[in-house]
């Protein structure tokens, strides 16, 4: 099954995303990095006013690797109420360090990894993943002008990194600038997810505002058989 994912920054996006039955609402700033994160408060209402209508997602931000910087945002992000958080895997760092610190943590909430195809990312890391609790992983990408994700990565090598997933039991979401047309490519891999922020907003510029129609667009092709 590949449900949808929604990114978006306020209410009034949420709102769109809610009334077209998207599977998780993906709480994130744009304006920020590929992974910016919205303000606590923000965060906080709109978990409330989703009120458990659909899953909520929210990222911490594009933050250094350094385990307790990492550790102090899952943790505040986590407790406004979302049902995901999502933490980017950025290049350099430690990451073993990182995903060690928040093995405490993932017993109470569900964390998702986020690795970038267009920064070299090591795929196999997601056995480390696994071994420290994590609940899922996602691709995505960090230069958002370079293509989508079907261009910045061989497609063989997403295929291997959802047949890792499954192998270790992970919820696994592919994302990265993708549009109409990536999703008759990535629907035969059968990630649990694919994630959309660009195609969903008018000249699939991702910072401007989620067009109706276009996210109704993306949510029709996901549903084609």
């Known amino acids: ?33 590929a992974l910016g994160a919205l303000d606590i408060d923000t ?20 933050l250094p690797m350094q385990a307790d910087i990492i550790f102090d945002a899952v943790q505040t992000t986590a407790k406004t109420g979302v049902d995901f958080v999502k933490i980017g895997f950025f290049p350099n760092g430690d990451w073993l360090s990182v995903v060690e610190k928040l093995r405490p943590l993932t017993t109470k909430y569900q964390l998702i990894a986020v690795l970038f ?61 993708l549009r109409a047309e990536d999703i008759a490519v990535l629907l035969p891999l059968e990630a649990n997810y694919l994630g959309f922020r660009g195609a969903l907003c008018a000249d699939h510029n991702r910072i401007q505002t989620i067009d109706t129609h276009a996210l109704q667009t993306i949510r029709q092709l996901l549903r084609v058989p």
Not at 10 to 28: F, G, R, S
Not at 43 to 62: E, L, N, Q
Not at 135 to 163: A, N
């Open 43 to 62: 965060i906080g209402d709109i978990v409330t006013k989703i009120d458990f209508r659909c899953p909520v997602s929210a990222t911490i931000g594009d």
């Open 1 to 33: 099954m590949n449900g949808m994912l929604a990114s978006v920054r306020d209410w009034e996006e949420a709102q769109i995303a809610l009334n077209a039955h998207v599977d998780i609402i993906d709480l994130k700033q744009p304006d920020l990095g």
């Open 117 to 177: 195809a267009d920064k070299n990312c090591d795929i196999h890391f997601i056995s480390a993943l696994k071994q420290n609790g994590f609940s899922g992983v996602m691709l995505d990408t960090m230069d958002k002008q370079h293509g989508s994700l079907t261009h910045v990565m061989p497609l063989d090598t997403i295929r291997t990194f959802v047949t890792l997933a499954k192998k270790y039991s992970l919820i696994c979401g592919l994302a990265g600038s």
